[in-house]
């Protein structure tokens, strides 16, 4: 009997997330593809509403005695605030955080709206992470974006962020106009070589109201398909994992508004699941060719049953042609995968 043991190199941990949207403040211009009010599902008002609302809800779960969440600012640009805002905001954040109802502050803001003294100063009140929006590493598809950086400004930021000892995120937007495969896989080395905590990858949308759609209307943009959105970001993903770097969304969630405007685009409602269903079958038929031919068996973790067979059972047929149905997958406590030759 042969056996072979092998993990999901899958390393995100889920943290319950507070998140704060404050859509388009400090933005200093509006890329092609951005809809903030649709993709957030919060409505436009003045910071100060925002602040108010966030500290009645503060009060409230300090009240309630509430278990500690990690409190999130995004939309807009954190960092470019009018008027000591963010200050303001991480002030708040800080007295709740001694407080204990809050466990962590993490911000969104632009690879070209922070400095070493800014982010020394951010962290003395408590921000614990900032994500960049960073899109794409790559200088034609910043530049058709109108996104007004470069990749230096990227990598730059990168460096101030770990210099100052905050975690850093990065924020990846796959299938931006000029994108496409070679530059996507070079996005992706560019991440693994920043040493992130975290990424996220929300592949480009066309939504009603923006250049892109405007674009996209008159045959100057082609969205991604489906198809090779989903080959794409599984190659990607399992690069990222496989480094060690945490992939903690793809796609953006599924707000109303924003079904409601999508005009084109890779949208699915479990795009995410199904980049990782993909890759756990990648990863069951890699090792059982190492077993050859052999009758086998397979444990698992209890909690990847449904990854094992996939959104909507996309996994069953093509694990049956390699052996592996039902009858012989045991459930089991343990943390990793085994592939052994059956004996019986």
Known sequence: MQR???????????????????????????????????????????????YNELRERLQKAYAEDHSPLELAFYGGTFTALSNNWAYKFLE????????????????????DALSFNMLQEYKDLGLDMVELGVQSFSEDVLAVSNRGYGSDTVIESCRLIKQAGMQLGIQLLPGLPLHDREKWFKDVSRTIGQKPSLVRIYPCLTIEGTKLAK?????????????????????GVLSLWRNNIKVNRIGLPPEKEMLNRVLAGPWHPALGDIVQCRILYYLILTN???????????????????????????NRHKLDTIGISPRNVVYWDKDYFQLQTDSL
């Open 288 to 314: 059982r060719l190492i077993l050859g031919s052999s009758r086998l068996k397979m444990f698992s973790p209890r909690k990847y049953q449904g990854l094992i067979w996939g959104y909507k059972g996309m």
């Open 4 to 50: 072979f043991n092998f993990p999901k190199p899958e390393n995100k941990v889920r943290k319950k997330i507070w998140p704060v949207f404050l859509p388009y403040q400090g933005c200093p211009n509006k890329c092609i593809y951005c809809s903030q009010v649709a993709q957030t599902g919060t409505e436009i008002h003045s910071l100060s509403h925002y």
């Open 92 to 111: 708040l954040a800080k007295e709740y955080k001694e407080k204990k109802v809050i466990s962590e502050v993490r911000c969104s803001t632009r690879p």
């Open 215 to 235: 674009w996209w209307k008159q045959g100057k943009y082609t969205p991604w398909s489906l198809a090779e959105t989903l080959d794409l970001l599984t190659r």
